[in-house]
């Protein structure tokens, strides 16, 4: 079947990739458009295979909330390219898995033919590298902030008999404070005694070598 300009077009519409790529498949499968598409999309993973030993270091993360605001989820999805991660058809598919995500529902299986088909657009080692979903259990809030345009994520959930304005002031601020510090435990207890011990050293160490920067009458001081 002779494949026409019209024909690549309509497909490149469909699943927007490539001219050639979209030729390509229409050769493949005698001008079947739904073929196509499938083979287009069975080509994706063949292109994420070639390309695995590609890092996806680039990438962004989505939060979804529910109306009430009671349940939030988080997707992390990484790609090879800092411009491909601000592509409309990446943002929207880091969109939708956060969505798939605030649902309870497993993101890659959900997602799967999108998946193909991301593959197929940007022809890089697209990772669905995460999710967290996080449901208020019992009186308190949930609260979510996207940091940096997408680089840093943050679910944090507080428990209150008493719900108000003021608590989901603080739950934010806390998500600030996690997204600024990335800090590692939540409370003092937690912290093993070997860490406290080498940051005293750290603190320690700096101040000596302050000290000793000074001038004598300061350096005295103390």
């Known amino acids: 079947m002779a494949i026409t300009i019209d024909m690549i077009k309509q497909l490149r519409e469909?699943?927007?990739a490539g001219m050639g790529a979209c030729k390509e498949a229409?050769?493949?499968?005698?001008?079947?458009?739904?073929?196509?598409?499938?083979?287009?999309?069975?080509?994706?993973l063949a292109v994420a295979a070639k390309r695995v030993d590609k890092e996806s270091k680039q990438g962004i993360i989505a939060l979804?909330?529910?109306?009430?605001?009671?349940?939030?989820?988080?997707?992390?999805?990484n790609c090879e390219t800092d411009f491909v991660a601000k592509t409309?058809?990446?943002?929207?598919?880091?969109?939708?898995?956060?969505?798939?995500?605030?649902?309870?529902?497993?993101?890659?299986?959900?997602?799967i033919d999108d998946y193909k088909m991301l593959?197929?657009?940007?022809?890089?080692?697209?990772?669905?590298?995460?999710?967290?979903?996080?449901?208020l259990s019992g009186a308190g809030c949930v609260s979510g902030y996207i940091h940096m345009g997408g680089k840093?994520?943050?679910?944090?959930?507080?428990?209150?008999?008493?719900?108000?304005?003021?608590?989901?002031?603080?739950?934010?601020?806390?998500c600030l404070h996690v997204a600024a510090n990335s800090p590692k435990y939540v409370k003092p207890?937690?912290?093993?005694?070997?860490?406290?011990?080498?940051?005293l050293e750290i603190k320690l160490n700096a101040l000596k070598e302050?000290?000793?920067?000074?001038?004598?009458?300061?350096?005295?001081?103390?």
């Open 64 to 77: 979804a909330k529910s109306e009430d605001s009671k349940v939030m989820a988080l997707a992390e999805v």
């Open 152 to 174: 840093i994520g943050v679910l944090v959930e507080l428990s209150c008999d008493n719900a108000s304005e003021k608590l989901d002031e603080a739950a934010h601020m806390i």
């Open 210 to 222: 302050q000290k000793g920067k000074l001038p004598p009458e300061q350096a005295l001081v103390g």
């Open 119 to 135: 593959l197929t657009k940007t022809g890089e080692n697209v990772k669905i590298r995460r999710s967290e979903r996080f449901e």
């Open 189 to 199: 207890e937690d912290v093993p005694q070997s860490e406290i011990d080498a940051e």
């Open 14 to 16: 469909a699943t927007s």
């Open 26 to 44: 229409l050769q493949a499968v005698d001008g079947n458009m739904d073929e196509a598409i499938k083979y287009l999309r069975e080509k994706g």
């Open 88 to 111: 409309e058809a990446f943002i929207k598919f880091v969109d939708d898995a956060a969505k798939v995500a605030l649902e309870g529902k497993n993101v890659e299986e959900t997602l």
